[in-house]
């Protein structure tokens, strides 16, 4: 029996128990994640990090959070109180439902019934997460509006015109993965990797790269964090918030990351599916059972590591960099590649052999160098014609920006003491 087989005949208790247990599962690897990401840039920086509350500072993101619950609870004046109440609860319901078409492993024997280690799996399940991911920005643009203070409003703005921008990137490194595996359920994805052996990340290393790239864009990470830059914008969208609802942003923050590293993971590391050189141990029984469950949180735990070593090792763009990276050159690599990839399946469909299809792979390499290397070079800026600019009727103002040079004063010598005359000394007249 499939997978889908066996949650469709899951009863509905069985569901929320699995539902229980991914949202406790997401709660616990938050806590440890922000520990996690603590220590990490700690040693990346030649500091402790958190190493007192608990062993090894464990239980220091648990002190954080019991603060948090117990500071006062601050409402602006000019907030709009129902939506900015809500807002943080969109940003963290949105994600955690994207984790609900996740598979977390195979087969298991769950309270005495047989079913897969996945709350639901349907035909669109890639479309469900993109769905979730859209809506968790209404949460953010939310905050921002209902603060009624201009720094969340240009940070809520900020972050709205970053997701719209890298969720389409990220949508389009989806598309080759489709082509490969023929569906869009993610339960089907992570079995064609296991029947073919090979994960999408080696088969399709640009649309994985992409991928990851957008995903720290879409989640507002460094260096891409434009959303909540302190130099520019305080603390972004979520300036005005305090105790829990601050807390739930962050807590809809990091279990974003955690879901777009499960993505990753089900879509280009094989899913719960074991590593290459443990697959086939003990005639695959390393591939049953719960060990699927290790080797999918070891995955996601290695793409959450790549947040922290992102973080710690890249200065933050700037606004413009960051919009050029997405839409000049994320976009158009991708819509290239999928057309290379669907030109490569073509043609390996009507019996193109492989040395065939790497000569005209080599002849098209060739040309698009040609071209470029055949194109006219820009002018130089010495060689451009200056045109004066005139404003018509209007006075302009002056258009150079050197300052123009002041000749230095001459000092004037003083006169002698005794050629002054008695009025210059300050003798009144008539007087000796």
Same mark, same amino acid.
């Given at each position: 029996?499939?997978?889908?087989?066996?949650?469709?005949?899951?009863?509905?208790?069985?569901?929320?128990?699995?539902?229980?247990?991914?949202?406790?599962?997401?709660?616990?690897?938050?806590?440890?994640?922000?520990?996690?990401?603590?220590?990490?840039?700690?040693?990346?920086?030649?500091?402790?990090?958190?190493?007192?509350?608990?062993?090894?500072?464990?239980?220091?993101?648990?002190?954080?959070?019991?603060?948090?619950?117990?500071?006062?609870?601050?409402?602006?004046?000019?907030?709009?109180?129902?939506?900015?109440?809500?807002?943080?609860?969109?940003?963290?319901?949105?994600?955690?439902?994207?984790?609900?078409?996740?598979?977390?492993?195979?087969?298991?024997?769950?309270?005495?019934?047989?079913?897969?280690?996945?709350?639901?799996?349907?035909?669109?399940?890639?479309?469900?997460?993109?769905?979730?991911?859209?809506?968790?920005?209404?949460?953010?643009?939310?905050?921002?509006?209902?603060?009624?203070?201009?720094?969340?409003?240009?940070?809520?703005?900020?972050?709205?015109?970053?997701?719209?921008?890298?969720?389409?990137?990220?949508?389009?490194?989806? /598309?080759? +993965?489709?082509?490969? #595996?023929? $569906? %869009?359920?993610? &339960?089907?994805?992570?079995?064609?990797?296991?029947? =073919? !052996? *090979?994960?999408?990340?080696?088969?399709?290393?640009?649309?994985?790269?992409?991928?990851?790239?957008?995903?720290?864009?879409?989640?507002?990470?460094?260096?891409?964090?434009?959303?909540?830059?302190?130099?520019?914008?305080?603390?972004?969208?979520?300036?005005?918030?305090?105790?829990?609802?601050?807390?739930?942003?962050?807590?809809?923050?990091?279990?974003?990351? /955690?879901? +777009?590293?499960?993505? #990753?993971? $089900? %879509?280009?590391? &094989?899913?719960?599916?074991?590593?290459?050189?443990? =697959? !086939? *141990?003990?005639?695959?029984?390393?591939?049953?059972?719960?060990?699927?469950?290790?080797?999918?949180?070891?995955?996601?735990?290695?793409?959450?590591?790549?947040?922290?070593?992102?973080?710690?090792?890249?200065?933050?763009?700037?606004?413009?960099?960051?919009?050029?990276?997405?839409?000049?050159?994320?976009?158009?690599?991708?819509?290239?590649?999928?057309?290379? /990839?669907?030109?490569?399946?073509?043609?390996?469909?009507?019996?193109? &052999?492989?040395?065939?299809?790497?000569?005209?792979? =080599?002849? *098209?390499?060739?040309?698009?160098?040609?071209?470029?290397?055949?194109?006219?070079?820009?002018?130089?800026?010495?060689?451009?014609?200056?045109?004066?600019?005139?404003?018509?009727?209007?006075?302009?103002?002056?258009?150079?920006?050197?300052?123009?040079?002041?000749?230095?004063?001459?000092?004037?010598?003083?006169?002698?003491?005794?050629?002054?005359?008695?009025?210059?000394?300050?003798?009144?007249?008539?007087?000796?």
């Amino acid at each position: 029996m499939s997978a889908r087989e066996l949650i469709a005949n899951d009863p509905t208790w069985l569901s929320l128990v699995k539902a229980v247990l991914i949202f406790a599962l997401l709660l616990v690897i938050t806590i440890l994640l922000i520990w996690f990401e603590r220590r990490v840039l700690g040693r990346m920086q030649h500091r402790p990090g958190p190493n007192r509350v608990g062993p090894f500072g464990l239980l220091q993101t648990v002190a954080d959070a019991l603060k948090l619950a117990f500071k006062e609870d601050i409402r602006p004046k000019l907030a709009d109180n129902w939506v900015f109440f809500l807002a943080p609860a969109i940003s963290a319901g949105a994600a955690f439902l994207a984790f609900a078409v996740i598979p977390l492993g195979g087969q298991v024997n769950l309270f005495g019934y047989q079913t897969s280690l996945q709350l639901a799996d349907m035909p669109v399940s890639l479309l469900v997460v993109l769905a979730c991911s859209s809506v968790g920005v209404y949460g953010i643009v939310l905050g921002g509006w209902s603060s009624g203070s201009p720094y969340p409003l240009l940070g809520a703005l900020r972050s709205a015109a970053q997701v719209i921008s890298y969720e389409i990137a990220m949508g389009l490194s989806f /598309v080759a +993965v489709i082509l490969f #595996a023929g $569906t %869009l359920s993610t &339960g089907d994805i992570v079995d064609a990797q296991g029947q =073919g !052996g *090979v994960w999408y990340a080696f088969l399709l290393p640009v649309s994985f790269v992409i991928y990851v790239i957008s995903m720290v864009g879409e989640t507002n990470r460094a260096p891409f964090d434009l959303a909540e830059a302190e130099s520019e914008l305080i603390g972004g969208y979520h300036t005005e918030y305090s105790s829990i609802k601050f807390a739930m942003f962050f807590l809809g923050e990091y279990v974003n990351m /955690v879901t +777009v590293s499960a993505v #990753a993971t $089900t %879509l280009f590391l &094989g899913g719960w599916h074991a590593p290459f050189w443990l =697959g !086939g *141990v003990g005639g695959g029984v390393l591939n049953t059972g719960w060990w699927p469950l290790l080797w999918f949180l070891l995955k996601v735990v290695f793409m959450l590591f790549v947040f922290v070593w992102l973080r710690g090792a890249l200065p933050r763009l700037r606004y413009d960099q960051f919009m050029k990276l997405g839409w000049k050159v994320l976009v158009p690599v991708n819509l290239v590649w999928i057309v290379a /990839v669907v030109a490569v399946r073509t043609m390996r469909n009507t019996g193109v &052999g492989t040395a065939q299809l790497l000569t005209i792979i =080599g002849i *098209v390499v060739v040309v698009v160098l040609a071209i470029v290397l055949l194109l006219p070079n820009r002018p130089a800026a010495s060689d451009v014609e200056e045109v004066p600019v005139t404003g018509g009727d209007h006075p302009l103002p002056p258009l150079d920006l050197e300052v123009p040079k002041v000749p230095k004063r001459k000092p004037v010598a003083a006169a002698p003491a005794a050629e002054l005359s008695a009025e210059e000394e300050g003798v009144p007249d008539g007087r000796a």
